[in-house]
């Protein structure tokens, strides 16, 4: 795995001092050293759909318009999701399949038998045990003292929710984000602790635990958890008999449920110090929480981009692409369309349309877990004012070394309770 340390010390260049030829913004630094904004204005005004002939994953075109984004997802015909959903293609031969990386009937018949897991019907059972876990953590937290929000509140937080959402072992519930952290990690971007050697170990031990699960929940009376859903559908219960595909399936759903909530729990905290202004709108109208938490979700684009690959020649804002083509929409530079967007580029709590974003895409790929992460959030925050006058940011944060998951490993804050 690329080294944290060593990845801050590379010099990301101006993109404005760059040639449009070969302008390529995969590398995984520009995200990690949060400079991957300009790079994008200067696609979003230059070359809206750019081609880049060589990189380190190969040659792509990237997306980089809002109304092109949504052009591109709701097109699963002319912009295919197999073989991968990610801009670089594994540098194994391990590509399990999963249904996000899938076109219909298959797509269509696997999504719909996990779905009713986070169905509305759901969401209303699982909202009080959500605000008693937030509750119990924000309690526990220490107040006057520096700690790191991401490790105490974001990751705890939306591991409970997964080991919920998989009836997974509460006690065993954090080897869930770990594998999670497995499976979006590769020899160019990841996160710290991943041994890269050992990844197929843990796939292993991941594949052992859930169709240990499987077959006990097989046996049981049908509930309401994936496994469970997917065990007894009769158009998905054969899955355990193809571990891989079952591991892809699984390793979608940890990371659909634990990285796009993670992420937007810190970088809400984040957002609110960088624009003081609107942490005092929100403690002054707490209602606006809701809204609040869309346009978290805009700022944060918890994961960076998704890619198709074209079935047909086609064209797309003036460009010819060719089938085969590699077409990656950048999430994140659709949510700074300034065209679409007005101020894009601040952090506003009450924004109009607030959930009018690309994090969670469009047509039949879209996030079908934007509901309980939204929840998440929204009762996290609910919970934060009611107990602390302010979560202060102390220092910068780090973050992730991906051109995929946008995302934190440390958040420094000190907490400040409400005064009597």
Not at 400 to 410: D, M
Request: glycine content about 6%; overall charge negative.
């Amino acid at each position: 795995m690329a080294d944290t340390a060593q990845s801050m010390d590379v010099e990301v260049p101006d993109p404005w001092s760059l040639p449009l030829e070969g302008f390529d913004v995969s590398k995984a630094e520009i995200f990690q050293q949060n400079k991957h904004g300009e790079y994008f204005r200067r696609l979003r005004k230059d070359a809206p759909v750019h081609y880049c002939p060589e990189s380190a994953v190969g040659a792509y075109w990237s997306v980089t318009k809002y109304h092109d984004i949504v052009a591109v997802d709701s097109n699963h015909k002319t912009f295919s999701s197999v073989p991968s959903i990610v801009i670089g293609d594994p540098s194994d031969d391990f590509q399990p399949p999963m249904f996000i990386a899938m076109d219909p009937p298959i797509h269509d018949v696997q999504r719909k038998a996990a779905q009713p897991a986070v169905a509305p019907t759901q969401l209303s059972e699982l909202e009080d045990l959500i605000r008693q876990r937030v509750i119990a953590i924000l309690d526990s937290l220490p107040v006057g003292v520096e700690f790191n929000w991401v490790e105490k509140v974001s990751i705890e937080l939306t591991t409970q929710m997964l080991a919920t959402l998989f009836d997974f072992p509460f006690e065993q519930r954090h080897k869930l984000p770990f594998w999670s952290d497995v499976a979006t990690t590769t020899d160019a971007v990841g996160v710290a602790g991943v041994d890269m050697e050992a990844r197929m170990g843990h796939f292993e031990d991941c594949i052992a635990a859930f169709t240990e699960l499987w077959h006990k929940r097989a046996a049981e009376p049908p509930k309401f958890d994936f496994i469970s859903l997917l065990a007894h559908n009769p158009e998905t219960k054969n899955m355990v008999d193809n571990p891989v595909e079952l591991l892809g399936n699984l390793i979608l759903l940890i990371v659909g449920g634990n990285d796009t909530t993670r992420n937007s729990i810190s970088g809400g905290v984040y957002f609110l110090n960088k624009f003081p202004e609107q942490y005092a709108k929100l403690k002054a109208d707490p209602s606006l929480i809701p809204n609040m938490v869309s346009e978290i979700i805009r700022y944060q684009t918890p994961l960076a981009h998704m890619r198709r690959v074209a079935t047909e020649d086609t064209e797309l804002g003036g460009q010819k692409i060719k089938k085969g083509d590699k077409v990656v929409m950048w999430y994140v530079s659709g949510n700074r369309d300034e065209d679409v967007i007005e101020r894009a580029d601040e952090f506003l709590i009450d924004r109009p349309n607030a959930r009018r974003h690309v994090s969670f895409g469009f047509g039949i790929h879209r996030c079908m877990g934007n509901r309980v992460a939204e929840m998440q959030l929204r009762i996290l925050w609910e919970e934060i004012l009611n107990r602390f006058e302010k979560v202060e940011v102390v220092g910068e944060p780090e973050r992730v070394l991906s051109n995929f998951v946008l995302g934190y490993t440390n958040l420094p804050v000190v907490l400040h309770p409400k005064s009597a």
